[in-house]
């Protein structure tokens, strides 16, 4: 099992940047792909970006291509979530999560940071 903890919500105009953080412990992290996910009131979790512990192949929604990248530590501990050019509309609550490479299941859950975008 891996321990996720977020940090780095905050609030912000539309337009701007945040950056979220993501420090992983415990379970060997290269076994593991990491993820974001976000969830607005009302509305169901929905899949952000993602990436392997090691290695570069990366994966974005929609929604977010182009203005968000993920990344990761040297050491693979801790993950980033860099998000530019912010919408209201990506107002939520963000989740870090892991899971095995070959389980289609996201097992492992950090607890959440608000992000929330004025207009």
């Known amino acids: 099992q891996v321990q996720l903890v977020e940090s780095g919500g905050g609030l912000v105009q539309a337009g701007g940047s945040l950056k979220l953080s993501c420090a992983a412990s415990?379970?060997?992290?290269?076994?593991?792909?990491m993820g974001w996910f976000r969830q607005a009131p009302g509305k169901e979790r929905e899949f952000v970006a993602g990436?392997?512990?090691?290695?570069?192949?990366?994966w974005y929604a929609e929604s977010v291509e182009g203005r968000f990248t993920i990344a990761r530590d040297r050491a693979g501990n801790t993950m980033f979530l860099q998000m530019n050019s912010l919408e209201p509309e990506d107002s939520a609550v963000y989740y870090c999560?892991?899971?095995?490479?070959?389980?289609?299941?996201?097992?492992?859950w950090g607890q959440g940071t608000q992000v929330t975008v004025s207009s």
């Open positions: 999560a892991a899971k095995r490479i070959k389980s289609s299941t996201w097992s492992d």
């Open positions: 415990g379970g060997f992290l290269s076994l593991y792909a």
């Open positions: 990436r392997l512990s090691s290695g570069s192949n990366t």
